[in-house]
């Protein structure tokens, strides 16, 4: 075995680290967490890990009525620090105290939440990190929650929601992921009883009425206008068809239609919908009707997998077709670029660069696709779009888009 080199040896490691002896660790730590509170509240509050639950909870408690009574704003410089502090607090309640006593730990962790929105308005979360880790703290919920056939458990979390409905709504997913049906449906009780009217208690309903798999709950935080509402009316026919209630999904959906152009959603709800009522043909007609209107390559795909061996193939061109004419040159190039159908691309390119509205890098991205198989295409859509800079005076844009041109061989 080839042994270690001097480098290796003093790379700060677990392994080399136990090398120097507890007495010596412990020396150094008590060193570091005289200049460092942060270390020190850690060691202290590990200390009292030891000592039984109990005492953790005490040190725990302390934190988090300082978190949430401070008013002190966090320095950019100081906040990578306070994000890992706080890190580090959640590990302690999600680890230490959950094998130690898991409904005080579940407590807490309710309590951790409650800080978000104090620490939100002292610390600029400009990369996501603090975010993230109310995020895990959620998850941290639903393990503890998933853990628990009490139905008691759920009382400081219907608190908790209450206290900042706002915020649960991102983190209720996370949270209960794992809980058994009997809590999603004693939570959901629980909350349908409250009666609240703050923002967002509707979407929270609806979040944990889904876990639960009830429908009608979901249903019963609809007002009349909302159903009426085509994207809403989407998402509730959507439940109403994985229910296998096909016929209540059809009156929801027709009581929503609207003039002028379709909302997207709510047709693909509509098509659903025929498809589970038996109505083939009904729905492939709207699949391609949709299509034409949208230029939706997701339609499209939807629409030729359905077809028998070559009427794919002849859907395909007429697809193609009807974007290579259609009114917004833009829109038509757009989708035979995403198909992909370079080939077909680059004919309409050839017919119609002097229509198209597109901005320069996404003609400079268009052009990297098409120039091995297709340089004059790639070389004539740079060239149009140069042009189309230089009638707006931005001769920088121009010059750049000319030069890319002129290193395509033709």
């Not at 628990?148 to 929601?161: F, K, P, Q, T």
């Not at 989407?234 to 002028?260: K, Y």
Request: aromatic share 6%; net charge neutral; with cysteine.
């Amino acid at each position: 075995m080839k042994s270690p080199t001097v480098a290796s040896l003093k790379k700060v490691s677990p392994e080399n680290l136990a090398r120097l002896g507890a007495e010596r660790l412990a020396a150094i730590l008590v060193e570091v967490a005289e200049a460092r509170p942060d270390v020190k509240r850690r060691l202290r509050m590990e200390l009292a890990a030891e000592q039984g639950a109990e005492h953790l909870t005490l040190e725990l408690d302390k934190r988090l009525a300082s978190l949430e009574t401070s008013r002190s704003k966090v320095p950019w410089r100081r906040r990578p620090g306070f994000v890992a502090d706080l890190e580090g607090l959640r590990a302690l309640i999600a680890e230490r105290l959950a094998e130690l006593d898991a409904p005080a730990a579940l407590s807490r962790m309710l309590a951790f939440m409650d800080v978000a929105r104090r620490i939100g308005a002292r610390v600029r979360d400009k990369d996501g990190s603090l975010a993230a880790v109310f995020e895990r703290a959620a998850d941290d919920v639903g393990r503890l929650l998933g853990a628990r056939s009490d139905l008691r458990a759920i009382d400081g979390l219907v608190e908790a929601i209450a206290r900042n409905p706002a915020a649960w709504g991102a983190w209720l997913p996370a949270a209960l992921s794992r809980a058994s049906p009997p809590i999603l449906q004693a939570l959901l009780a629980r909350l349908r009883d409250r009666g609240e009217s703050s923002p967002g208690w509707s979407l929270i309903l609806r979040q944990v009425a889904d876990a639960a798999g009830d429908v009608d709950a979901f249903l019963s935080t609809l007002t009349a206008p909302a159903a009426r509402t085509p994207a809403i009316a989407a998402e509730a026919a959507r439940r109403l068809l994985a229910a296998g209630r096909v016929g209540e999904a059809g009156r929801l959906l027709e009581g929503a239609r609207q003039g002028g152009e379709p909302d997207f959603g709510w047709e693909s709800a509509v098509i659903a919908y025929l498809d589970a009522a038996g109505q083939a043909e009904a729905a492939q007609k709207a699949r391609w009707d949709s299509f034409e209107r949208t230029l939706s390559v997701e339609r499209l795909r939807d629409y030729a997998r359905r077809l028998p061996d070559f009427e794919d193939v002849e859907a395909e061109n007429r697809a193609f077709e009807h974007a290579s004419a259609h009114a917004d040159a833009a829109r038509g190039l757009q989708f035979l670029m995403d198909w992909p159908a370079l080939p077909e691309a680059a004919v309409m390119i050839e017919a119609r660069a002097d229509e198209l509205r597109i901005g320069a890098e996404q003609a400079e991205i268009w052009a990297a696709r098409l120039r091995a198989r297709q340089p004059k295409a790639a070389h004539r859509l740079l060239r149009a779009t140069a042009a189309a800079a230089f009638r707006r005076r931005d001769f920088a844009t121009c010059e750049r888009l000319t030069q890319e041109a002129d290193t395509i061989t033709l």
